[in-house]
């Protein structure tokens, strides 16, 4: 998607400097007036501005600072693409584009004038090099000519159909809304709610949009599912980040008994949520393979909370898991943000080790700001050695300062699991991801040139 999204971009950068200068030449030819005439009288001129407008409007409205600062503009803005779209079809109407033709061969009484070879072809296929030998009497050449309509409709047409099925799909998933029934905010601000809908199924790892008519008809935004597909409810866990999320955490206030929500505490509710979803995510692969590293950054740790309670859940029960192995990586800035899944953290850990299954979850948290907190640090110094993480209070873990080394962590991984492919999973900003693939594969490399058969395969979902 995003290369795509990419190559569109790129191609109506191209298409938008190349309309612009026939704008510019309008303005320089002499005959002013002929110039305005077509641009603006004629409805292929008029259609094509049209559509040089959309398109510059909705290229500069998704830069990425437009987008995280104003989604309501990026996301209003796009839906322009309909009048783009119309205006394309009836863009050749008037003549104004030539027809397409064969551009080495076209026909001529009967023969075949073939001009980039210089050869006229006969019914009875004798080659004829010399163009004096034609009877330019009896040899009319074709010529391309001009179309009143373009085959556009040809190659939108199908995606169209495709988006309107989606729309009318999201539209009736409307009369089937989730009743949010409870609230719980944790530090960050982190807002979780906790749904349940009718007929509901979902795998672990897995994403849904949400629409809160309270807030907008229109909009929906993509969240994802920290629940477990065992569990009797859906939820999701919402950093309060933008204009949209912040309304609704005011109307979660409204729909409580409380004027606020209070961190940590239950808050009970009773008010609907429009769910369209579950979709799958590289998420859905963790499985396929004997060790998986899961890697998440701040709110990137959401896909692997339902991840992690869905395998115990399985284990809890005495179901068989594929994978053998969970690495969970968790980055933060803040310590704040590790009481999002703390508390289930600590649960599941500490059920895996009465269990006997404590090497099956390996976790590790790094903590990568730390403005050198007097306070934390002592407390951190204090607990050395003991069972408990002094920040985090997981059992047989300790929070490490600053970033991971990748290539040193894969290559120690990969070599503990010699003859395994293993999955790398992350979910985070680009630019770490950047980092991750191409560490995972330098220590690919290195694996390879040590002689050990492991191999990392890469997989991302970046925010």
């Known amino acids: 998607k995003q290369w795509y999204q990419r190559r569109v971009r790129g191609e109506d950068a191209v298409v938008e400097g190349n309309t612009t200068s026939y704008y510019v030449k309008a303005l320089f030819v002499n005959d002013k007036q002929t110039a305005y005439t077509v641009l603006f009288a004629t409805v292929g001129g008029l259609t094509g501005v049209i559509i040089d ?12 600072i437009v987008r995280r600062s104003f989604f309501e503009v990026f996301w209003f803005t796009h839906h322009l693409f309909t009048v783009f779209y119309i205006c394309l ?23 075949t004038w ?9 019914s009875t296929d004798i080659s004829i090099y010399d163009v004096s030998m034609c009877d330019s009497d009896s040899v009319t050449f074709k010529g391309p000519g001009f179309t009143n309509w373009s085959k556009s409709y040809f190659w939108v047409g199908v995606p169209i159909i495709i988006y309107i099925i989606e729309r009318i799909l999201r539209f009736t998933r409307r ?15 982190c807002l979780e709610l906790r749904m349940r809908k009718k007929g509901w199924t979902q795998e672990a790892g897995q994403y849904v949009f949400l629409q809160c008519s309270e807030i907008s008809l229109f909009e929906w935004h993509p969240f994802t599912l920290t629940s477990a597909p065992e569990e009797d409810y859906l939820s999701v866990h919402i950093r309060k980040a933008g204009d949209w999320t912040s309304a609704l955490y005011k109307i979660v206030a409204a729909h409580s008994k409380q004027k606020t929500v209070k961190e940590g505490k239950n808050t009970e509710l009773q008010f609907s949520l429009a769910v369209d979803g579950p979709y799958g995510t590289p998420s859905d692969d963790i499985f396929r ?22 395998v115990w859940y399985k284990i809890k029960s005495g179901q068989n898991v594929d994978t053998k192995k969970l690495y969970f990586y968790w980055l933060c800035s803040d310590t704040k943000v590790f009481g999002w899944l703390n508390s289930q953290l600590k649960y599941i850990l500490e059920t895996l080790e009465e269990l006997g299954a404590s090497d099956y979850l390996e976790v590790r948290l790094h903590l990568t700001r730390f403005n050198n907190d007097k306070e934390m640090m002592e407390n ?5 050695g ?17 970033r991971p080394n990748w290539f040193k962590d894969f290559v120690e991984i990969g070599e503990k699991h010699a003859g395994n492919d293993i999955g790398i999973f992350f979910c985070g900003p680009a630019v770490l991801s950047e980092s991750l693939d191409h560490n995972s594969s330098l220590a690919n490399a290195k694996l390879e040139e040590n002689g050990v058969d492991s191999m990392f395969f890469y997989n991302k979902e970046n925010f």
């Not at 407008?53 to 990425?64: D, G, P, Q, R």
């Not at 899961?294 to 909370?305: F, R």
Request: charged share 15%.
């Open 386 to 402: 003991s069972r408990e993480d002094a920040i985090t209070s997981l059992p047989n873990t300790q929070t490490k300062f600053g």
């Open 53 to 64: 407008i959309c398109l510059f409007i909705m290229v500069t409205s998704s830069i990425k």
């Open 380 to 384: 951190v110094a204090a607990n050395q």
């Open 289 to 310: 393979y004997n060790v998986s590293v899961l890697i998440g950054a701040g709110v990137g740790c959401t896909p692997y909370a339902s991840i992690l309670k869905s």
């Open 114 to 122: 073939c001009n980039y070879k210089c050869d006229l072809y006969t």
């Open 89 to 111: 079809v009836f863009h050749a109407s008037g003549q104004m584009i030539e027809s397409q033709v064969d551009p080495y061969c076209q026909e001529a009484n009967g023969t």
């Open 175 to 189: 009369f089937n809304p989730a009743t949010v029934y409870k609230a719980i905010e944790h530090p960050g601000p």
